[in-house]
């Protein structure tokens, strides 16, 4: 005669408001023996900013620049890290719609992708050599 | 002389256990299975292919660890809705998903199932279960193996 049921409640609960920032910095955190040490000062910002940063704007260019730099060699810390912010952001702004981190994220790397095509087709399409042309300036608004 | 009892003995976490190592290699499974189907990039043959093996490989596993908790006496939990009950394995969307992304969720949702394979190895060692236990080590094995796989692709890519 069988004599348990089945209880799927035992399992762990998702990461909650409280959690969710430790860790993330937990992830940061065992980034800094795998990372070299030109790195630490930025894992070191975005550590602060994931610990106490109140300005998500901040915190997104943090991580950016920090995904730029590293996450070739760190794929799933920084994979770990993304999905772990998408869920916070919803947490956070609880039940508001609103726009998944996941969005902002590929929105963000796609505009400055644009941008950076469509200043090569303009140098191109300008016949200036863009291997010695000076440093191009820019202003990028966002709306 | 003492006889062999028409029962095995068991405790709850052993059960337990088993249940959540179902419904994980469940979830797993199906993880893996849309992993197949839906990978794309020039990585397509070699994830396709390796992806392919280790569902098979987590299908054979699913119906040992339910003809295990039978042996024991108790039901097999069963249907989809009550395995994904019983698992912390989230689900990927269908949307597109970058290979790497497949990769790196598979990794995470071997984790789980080792931490709790873990948790069940201890479990039946101390129930003096040591059937459970070869169970539970040779999955291990598998998971151990796989999770060294998935993280060397994701090296230097």
């Known amino acids: 005669m069988p004599v348990s049921t089945f209880h799927p409640s035992t399992q762990s609960p998702p990461p909650t408001k409280r959690s969710w920032r430790q860790d993330a910095v937990r992830i940061v955190e065992d980034l800094f023996p795998t990372t070299c040490p030109p790195h630490w000062d930025l894992l070191l910002d975005l550590r602060e900013q994931l610990l106490q940063g109140q300005d998500w704007n901040k915190t997104f260019d943090i ?8 996450e070739a060699d760190h794929y799933l810390p920084f994979y770990r890290l993304r999905r772990l ?4 952001l919803r947490l956070e702004a609880g039940n508001i719609p609103t726009v998944s981190l996941e969005d902002i994220l590929r929105r963000r790397h796609r505009s400055l992708t644009d941008v950076s095509r ?7 399409e300008h016949g200036h050599d863009f291997q010695a042309a000076k440093p191009v300036q820019f202003r990028l608004v966002e709306r | ?11 709850n976490a052993v059960v337990e256990g088993l249940q959540t190592l179902l419904s994980d290699s469940y979830a797993l499974m199906a993880q893996t299975h849309l992993a197949h189907w839906n990978v794309e990039g020039p990585n397509f043959f070699q994830l396709h292919t390796a992806f392919q093996s280790q569902y098979e490989d987590l299908f054979e596993a699913i119906d040992e660890i339910a003809e295990r908790l039978r042996a024991l006496d108790v039901l097999a ?6 395995l994904a009950k019983g698992s912390r394995i989230e689900e ?14 598979l990794i995470e949702s071997h984790e789980i199932t080792v931490a709790n394979a873990h948790t069940l190895r201890q479990s039946s060692g101390e129930s003096d279960d040591l059937e459970t236990q070869d169970l539970v080590i040779g999955r291990l094995q598998f998971h151990q193996k796989t999770l060294w796989m998935l993280r060397s692709f994701l090296k230097n890519l």
């Open chain 1, 63 to 70: 991580f950016l620049i920090c995904r730029d730099r590293m």
């Open chain 2, 1 to 11: 002389m003492s006889t062999q009892t028409a029962t095995i003995p068991k405790s």
């Open chain 1, 118 to 124: 469509a200043v090569h087709r303009e140098l191109f």
């Open chain 1, 85 to 88: 912010m998408t869920q916070s």
């Open chain 2, 77 to 82: 939990p069963g249907g989809l809705q009550t």
């Open chain 2, 92 to 105: 990927l969307p269908t949307q597109t998903t970058l290979a790497k992304d497949f990769v790196a969720h």
